[in-house]
């Protein structure tokens, strides 16, 4: 068995900001990370053309800047070079291949009892540590609807986190299930690759530009989330027009104070609404049943498809492994505790970036997680 002070599950930009904070306060830690790699989520389940659609002042780490002449919307490639360089300036070294099986609270000890299996070897490993970090991410695992006939269905059959480009679909039918920010920039992609695409779109949803939602997080720091929801909703409508006549209908509250309360983005649109407009991307409405090819949607049509990806979100898996999870999460693995308080759990346990707020989110957690570790390990209470 092994003792740490602080262990950190998951390699991904929260465990990465967890040690970077926690180096800056001198305490020593482990990471533990199922891959070999870190940022895994973001090198290997991220489609290619994927740029990041919050502006740059949004998406750091902490104690690091962006370089001054970082592009306002970073691409994928130039965020991960800025992680690359995180990663060896704090001399982060994750121990990868631990995939974290179980952990516990050890009322005896008064410590965290967490196991790992160490992918390479075949071996379980046994630590122990004061405190426990749950960055194991809200992106964990890839959900896919149970449909029924979905067994029957011969073509590719993928979620949006193994889809890379539409290149392989040429030519071919494309269901894309889902109309999140993944949904919606997969079927452009897919439109881009000469695919013929449709998107389930079964909800209302607010679709925004990228410069509006920077607009409107610019605006929240002086004026309340109502009037910012007014003022770039109304933009929005001169932007996009009545979408109504496509399937796309907007929910009652606005976009931001939507986010706030359900965590749902909004769309932020890469081009996709005037491929829609052009009649590019068929919109479809939510689907009853698959009967091999064919897709048997709720108004009664039947389309023909070669391939579904289903781009219908993610869950957090950390309350299978932490067998104590109700210290600070709930039986879906997000935080018990509402915000701003939902990183901080009982007995030594906390978890970063499960506050649905991208990688801003991301650095509050850590640092507020680090500073409360330092405040408990100096004696300050
Ligand atoms: C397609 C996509 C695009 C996104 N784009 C943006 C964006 O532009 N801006 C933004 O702010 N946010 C974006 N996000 C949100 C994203 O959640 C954050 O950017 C960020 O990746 C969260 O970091 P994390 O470390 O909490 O989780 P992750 O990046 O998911 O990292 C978690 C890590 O934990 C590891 N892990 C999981 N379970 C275990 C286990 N049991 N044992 C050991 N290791 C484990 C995983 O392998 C992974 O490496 C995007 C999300 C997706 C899906
Ligand atoms: N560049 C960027 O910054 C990007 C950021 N992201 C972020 O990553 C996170 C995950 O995004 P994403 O992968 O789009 O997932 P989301 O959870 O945001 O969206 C899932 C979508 O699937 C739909 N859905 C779920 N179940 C079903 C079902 N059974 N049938 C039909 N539709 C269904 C949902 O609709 P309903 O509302 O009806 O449930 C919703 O439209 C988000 O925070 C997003 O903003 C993603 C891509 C790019
Ligand atoms: O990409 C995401 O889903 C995020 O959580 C980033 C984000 C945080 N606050 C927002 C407000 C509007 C749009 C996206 C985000």
Redesign the pocket.
Known sequence: MENAVVLI?????????MAGCLTQHSIPYVI????D??????KK???DR?????AKE??FLPHKTLPPDAPTF?P?HY?LRYVDEYVSEFKINPRYH????SAFFDEAEKKWRIE?NNTLEGSMEVYSAEFLVV??????EGFIPSLPGLDSFPGDILH??RYKSGSKYKSKDVLVVGCG??GM?IAYDLVDHGARTSIVIRSPLHVLTKELVHRGMSLLKYIPVYMVDAVITMLARLEYGDLTKYGIYKPKRGPFANKTATGRSPVIDVGTIKKIQDGEIEVVSDISSINKNNVVLKNGIEKKFDAIVFATG?RS??N??LKDYKYALNGEGMPKNSFPEHWKGEKGLYC???SR??????SMDAQAIANDINKLTSGIN
């Open positions: 599950v998951g390699a991904g930009p929260s465990g990465l900001a533990l990370e199922r891959e790699c870190y940022a895994s989520l973001w389940r991220t489609y994927l740029g990041l659609h919050l949004f998406c970073m994928k965020f631990r995939s974290v099986e790992a960055a194991t991410g809200e992106n964990c949006s986190n920010n993944s920039e993610y898996t950390a299978k492994w970063a970036g499960l707020r991208g990688l801003f989110g991301v």
